[in-house]
């Protein structure tokens, strides 16, 4: 496998930028609630939204509250729950309504978690995740209830990092970058998403389609993106060089 190149600084003049959450603006956690969110993320993330005009949207497998939460004072937009709710500054958002097929399911999903200990269930508006990090033996059972479930409810299986995700079908992070992009800040400018984990190639492919480029963060493997970053530190150092060449 070739290596991906470093993406060049000059990457985001006249570019919209999308940027995944764990595993790329901040470290992957034992749990999803100890990740944390310092002063110096928060002051990078201000200075990208002005130095880009606005251009600039987180894109990730967490809640849109979540997200928002982390960035109380950054009002830009946000695709939550792998793209199934959006939400922009002025207000406006789009979500479906609540699923009985997932509310349904939820005893179910609290038997297993207390049955497998160190599996931790990550509740989410539009889904459940069964996340193994801390109970690796527990990774084909979580796989087995994740398809099951899959299969019963009609829900979209998502692998990921030392986990796998049952939620609602027929959005991504890929529509959720299409969706934005329509945004009049980013109409007609160059899509630029930066992720790392499995969940984010439909992101790459849809940066693409649109005449931008996907940048994968962490360890290579094949991937729509063209270029690669070697993990949290390099993209946090490679987005503060890369200010200076926006425009």
Same mark, same amino acid.
């Given at each position: 496998? =070739?290596?991906?190149?470093?993406?060049?600084?000059?990457?985001?003049?006249?570019?919209?930028l999308?940027?995944?959450f764990?595993?790329?603006?901040?470290?992957? #956690?034992?749990?999803? =609630?100890a990740?944390?969110?310092?002063?110096?993320? =928060?002051?990078?993330?201000a /200075? +990208?939204?002005s130095?880009?005009?606005? @251009?600039?949207?987180?894109?990730?497998?967490?809640?849109?509250e979540?997200i @928002?939460?982390? !960035? #109380?004072?950054?009002?830009?937009?946000?695709?939550?729950s792998?793209?199934?709710?959006?939400?922009?500054?002025?207000?406006?958002?789009?979500a479906?309504?609540a699923?009985?097929? +997932?509310?349904? +399911?939820?005893?179910?999903?609290?038997? !297993?978690e /207390?049955?497998?200990?160190?599996?931790l %269930?990550?509740? &989410?508006?539009?889904?459940?995740?069964?996340?193994?990090?801390?109970?690796?033996?527990?990774?084909?059972?979580?796989?087995? %209830?994740?398809?099951a479930l899959? @299969?019963e409810?009609?829900?979209?299986l998502?692998?990921?990092?030392?986990?796998?995700?049952?939620?609602?079908?027929? /959005?991504d &992070?890929?529509? #959720?970058?299409?969706?934005?992009?329509?945004d009049?800040?980013?109409?007609g400018?160059?899509?630029?998403? %930066?992720?790392?984990?499995?969940?984010?190639?439909?992101?790459?492919?849809?940066?693409a389609? +649109?005449?931008?480029?996907?940048?994968?963060v962490?360890p290579?493997r094949?991937t729509?993106?063209?270029?690669?970053?070697?993990?949290?530190t390099?993209?946090? /150092?490679?987005?503060?060089?890369?200010?200076?060449g926006?425009?």
């Amino acid at each position: 496998m =070739t290596p991906l190149p470093p993406p060049p600084p000059a990457l985001l003049h006249d570019a919209s930028l999308f940027l995944d959450f764990d595993g790329t603006l901040v470290e992957l #956690a034992a749990t999803p =609630t100890a990740v944390v969110v310092d002063s110096a993320l =928060t002051d990078l993330m201000a /200075a +990208l939204d002005s130095a880009l005009g606005g @251009r600039l949207a987180i894109v990730s497998g967490r809640s849109v509250e979540h997200i @928002r939460g982390y !960035f #109380a004072d950054l009002a830009i937009p946000v695709g939550g729950s792998h793209g199934v709710e959006l939400s922009w500054p002025d207000g406006r958002t789009t979500a479906p309504p609540a699923s009985a097929a +997932l509310a349904a +399911l939820a005893a179910r999903v609290d038997r !297993f978690e /207390a049955d497998h200990p160190g599996v931790l %269930i990550e509740t &989410k508006p539009f889904g459940f995740a069964f996340h193994y990090r801390q109970a690796p033996e527990a990774e084909a059972a979580c796989h087995a %209830i994740a398809e099951a479930l899959a @299969r019963e409810a009609d829900l979209h299986l998502q692998p990921g990092k030392m986990m796998i995700e049952v939620r609602l079908s027929g /959005a991504d &992070k890929g529509t #959720a970058i299409a969706a934005l992009m329509q945004d009049p800040k980013m109409a007609g400018t160059r899509p630029i998403f %930066i992720g790392d984990d499995l969940t984010d190639e439909p992101g790459f492919v849809a940066a693409a389609r +649109l005449g931008g480029i996907g940048i994968l963060v962490g360890p290579e493997r094949p991937t729509a993106a063209t270029y690669g970053l070697a993990g949290v530190t390099e993209t946090l /150092a490679w987005l503060k060089s890369a200010i200076g060449g926006t425009g």
